[in-house]
Structure formats: C-alpha cells, structure tokens
C-alpha cells in the first residue's frame, strides 16, 4: 500500500470517527444525565439486557459447550443456541469484565466500522467532487420527516401530550425502532448487524465474492431477521443477475448463497422447532407489530422521491443497465416486502425488518437525484440552501437524540437500577447457584436476576420466557390464593417480594417450610433449599 492510499485510509476513517461522534454523545449523556440515587446499567433498551444474559449462559452451565441454553427458563435445558457475538460476550464476561461495560464500547466500534462502509459505498458509486462530505452526512444520520409530521399530528389531532411528547407520535415505540440507517446502530447489537450487512453489499460492488459470502454466513448466525432480509436480498439479485448474464457471478458465489438459505431454513424452521421451550418462544414473538402506511410516507417520503426522480430522470430501463442499481432495487423490494409481510403471511414482527433498511435501500437509489438537488440548491441559494436541506434531513435524528438524552433519568428500568437492587443482586449472587429457581413478584428483579447471579427465574423476559402465560398464571394464583405450581416442588427456590401488600407473608409461611433471609427498604427475601408443598 503506497502512501496515497495510506493517507486516504486515514482520512476516511477520521471522517468515520467524525460521523460516530453523535453515539459518542448520546451514551456519554446516558451515563451522567440521572438522578443521584440512580445507577446506570449499561443497558439503554430493554431487549440488551437479553444480550448479556445469553452470554452469562456459557459460564453459568454445569458443562461447557458451544451452544447455550436460554437464561429465560426455569431451568437449565439442552443448550441449543449459538451466535458468534455472545461467545465473544461470554469470553468478555469471563475475562472479568462487567456486564453492564460490554455493550456501550460493542456499539460504538461497530457504529464506526458502518460508518466506515457506508463511506466505502457511497465513494463507489459517486465520484468525489465538493458533495461528498455533506451527502455521506445525510446517509448516516438523514431521516424522514417525521418530527413534522409528529408536529401536524399535535395540532391537528385531540392530544394531552406536550408538543414535545407528540413529536414522535407517528414513529414506532416513539423512535426506538430506528426506522433510518443511523438511529437504528444505537441499539448494541443493531449495529453489529449493520456492519455485517453493509460489509456484505460493499464487497459484492467490489465484485469481493468470497469476502462477501462469509459476511453473509457470519450475519446467518447472528441474528435470524435481519440475516434473512439479506440472503433474500441477495438471493433476488443473484436470479436476476443469472438471467442477464450467466457468467457475471461465479458458480460457487450462487451455490454459497444457495447453501446459506438451506442452512438458514434448516437451523431456523426445523432443528430449534425440534424443542417445545423454542416453539413456545417462536409462537410468543410471532406479533403483529407492523409500520402500517401512515409511518411508511413520512418515514420514506424524502428518500422516496430522491429514488423517484433518479429512476425517472435517467428512464427506468437505463437506470438499472448496471448490477448496482439491480442490487439496490432488489434491496429494497425485499425488505419492503418483509417488513409488511403480514399483507401475505402470519405476521412475525414485521416492523423488525425495518430498522433503517429500506430507508438505507432508497437513499441508495436516490443519490444521483440528490448530487443534482445539492448542485441546484448551491446555485440558486448558496449555502443557506444546502443548511435548508440538512436542517430538512437531519431533523428527525438529531430531535429523537436530543430528546430523549436530554431528558433527565428519575425512575427505574433496565437502564437504571438503585443501590438497593444492586445490594439484592449482591445477596443472590452470593446465594444462589445453577439450580436456584427465583420466584419474584417484580419484573425488573426477576429480569435482571439472569444479568447478575446463576439463578434462574420463573418469568422474566415477557417474550423468551417459555410458556410465558402458564407461568405468569401460576405466579398469579399463588399470590391471590396461595396455590402452588408442582413445578417448584423439590427445588431450590428463592422469593424476592416486594413489600407492598400484595403478598401474605403469614401464608408463605404456611405454605412452604421457607427461611426469613434478607430485608431491604422495599423488598423481603426468603429461601428453601428444598421446597416441599404443602398440603393445604
């Protein structure tokens, strides 16, 4: 590698590190913006907790195994899961470092590694010239024009909320789906994804086969929504691109991706739906959580008419003369079609297909009509133009982070616990062990438990948890009539119970021969070393 191409690399991964800035900022502000009796976790989302504990499976199994076993169950079953990241989690975990540390460093290397792909990408298909800081700006952190339309919602729909509390209004779970490239790489693993999926397009423009193709079976056992998204993507290209030219991709790039949809289905849809824990789980998260059509306009609005306008601008028919733009289209296609597949299919969360991937297929589209916008708006208005246009494309991501890392933290969750959970899970860690069941009637107590000692927790995670609503059931009747569930006969269980009335101590006692253990302000802990239901 010469010198020129040395200095070019660095640069470019500078501008990379300029564009990972704002993840930078966001977790910084995460970290330091709560209240003093709060402690931050490290887990800015629900679903990251789950990372972790998948994790902590490895070093908490009484054998060791390439696989793990869900930490969502009441017991410790057959592992029978594996991705590449939580066995470098679990290598992390065991090294000594804590879990709470892990996630926040994970996110931010892989927001800079996509970044550093999405520059790659775009410098093939656009020849540099004065554009090109400001348009790879918009590929990263550009949106829809959701903000407004969150604005038009408020005043124009009957609403308590403050203006701010509707912004988002018309953006899923208020924005934390990430329906754009860069809001979604905040998510931990999301970002991993992305780099994985980004890394796969840009060696297969560079005509990269193989370096492609693993990228595509490491995404395979990553994670199943997002690894299915690509290889269909990549499937409908390859048929395409076999029928304008059969000798355009080589013979063992086809049956690589032919092998990695078999693999894909086997894996998926027959070896875990062997096991009754996993189907329970499967049917749990089949959901109809859908995009619907009025979060499709004004998530894709701008990218969409930037595709329009290339496509129609050049004729459709010379437009996709090349593999790229075939490529793009069939991106986005498949990923529209999957993230609205309960027009045709049982719904299976669609809404999880999305996470910045059509808007990213779009903008791809879009870019030859967006060099000729930013060429028009410099020439009519100069500056002031352009800052119109990135005030316009910037508005949805930049209002999503200053709202919700401005906003001081004061109530408890998965991203903040307090001292007093951390002297409960202190006491467990030391007193449990594998075989420990946790019976809690607190979410986060039980839900953390998997995070911060071996035990394993009656329900927990409201979707991973097998045969969630037999078990919330059971829990229910115990603490509304004292009716015990025969699956906590003969084990090691541990009660963590909120002091707020809603169980009869006097009746604990009755029912199970259990030991008074450990007091905090707001909760009570007793334990059996071998529960024995007794007789009512």
């Not at 729909?157 to 912004?167: N, S, V």
């Not at 991709?249 to 092998?259: Q, R």
């Not at 709202?403 to 202190?426: G, L, M, P, V």
Request: charged residues 15%; proline residues 4%.
């Amino acid at each position: 590698m010469d010198k020129k191409m040395i200095r070019s690399a660095i640069k470019n991964w500078a501008f990379a590190f300029k564009l990972t800035v704002p993840v930078f900022i966001f977790f910084g502000l995460y970290l330091a913006n709560h209240s003093k009796e709060l402690t931050p976790t490290g887990f800015i989302q629900y679903d990251n907790v789950s990372y972790i504990a998948f994790a902590k499976q490895y070093l908490d199994a009484d054998a060791l195994h390439w696989q793990y076993a869900n930490p969502f169950n009441d017991q410790e079953l057959s592992p029978i899961y594996f991705q590449p990241q939580t066995l470098f989690f679990a290598f992390l975990l065991k090294m000594g470092v804590p879990p709470g540390i892990i996630l926040i460093p994970f996110t931010i290397i892989c927001a800079l590694v996509c970044f550093r792909l999405m520059i790659g990408i775009y410098d093939l298909l656009i020849e540099k010239n004065e554009y090109r800081v400001f348009s790879i700006w918009m590929f990263a952190w550009g949106g829809g024009v959701l903000v407004i339309s969150g604005i038009l919602f408020h005043f124009t729909m009957p609403t308590d909320h403050a203006l701010a509390g509707d912004l988002f209004a018309l953006d899923p779970e208020h924005g934390w789906w990430g329906l754009n490239a860069g809001r979604a790489l905040l998510f931990s693993c999301e970002a991993y994804y992305h780099a994985l999926f980004f890394g796969c397009v840009f060696f297969l423009l560079k005509r990269k086969w193989l370096a492609g193709l693993i990228l595509m079976f490491i995404l395979l056992l990553s994670h199943p929504f997002t690894s299915i998204e690509l290889i269909g993507i990549i499937c409908c290209w390859v048929f395409i691109e076999f029928i304008i030219n059969r000798r355009f991709l080589p013979w063992w790039f086809i049956s690589g991706v032919t092998g990695c949809l078999a693999l894909y289905t086997w894996y998926y849809l027959f070896y875990l739906n062997q096991f009754p824990d996993h189907r329970s789980v499967a049917d749990q998260y089949s959901l109809n959580w859908r995009l619907g059509i009025y979060r499709i306009i004004p998530a894709y609005l701008l990218v969409g008419i930037l595709a329009i306008v290339a496509i129609f601008k050049k004729t459709a028919l010379s437009y996709f003369n090349n593999y790229a733009t075939r490529l793009f289209a069939c991106w986005f296609i498949v990923a529209f079609l999957l993230a609205n597949h309960e027009w045709f299919l049982k719904a299976r969360q669609p809404i999880h297909f999305t996470r910045g991937y059509i808007w990213t297929s779009l903008f791809l589209l879009g870019l030859p009509a967006l060099q000729q916008l930013n060429a028009a708006l410099k020439n009519k208005w100069g500056k002031i133009g352009l800052a119109g246009l990135a005030v316009v494309f910037f508005l949805d991501n930049f209002s999503w982070m200053l709202i919700n890392s401005t906003s001081k933290a004061t109530q408890t969750s998965t991203a903040y616990i307090t001292q007093e959970h951390k002297k409960i899970f202190d006491y467990l860690k030391k007193e449990t062990t594998n075989h420990t069941l946790l019976i809690s009637n607190d979410e986060l107590i039980s839900y953390m438990s998997t995070l911060y000692t071996e035990a394993y927790p009656w329900v927990s995670h409201p979707y991973t948890t097998p045969f969630v609503q037999t078990k919330k059931s059971a829990l229910n009747r115990w603490m509304q009539s004292g009716e015990t569930d025969p699956a906590w006969a003969g084990r090691k269980v541990v009660f963590v119970l909120r002091k707020d009335g809603t169980i009869n101590m006097q009746r604990l006692f009755k029912t199970f021969q259990v030991t008074h253990e450990y007091d905090t302000d707001n909760f009570v802990i007793f334990k059996c070393d071998s529960l024995l239901i007794k007789s009512p």
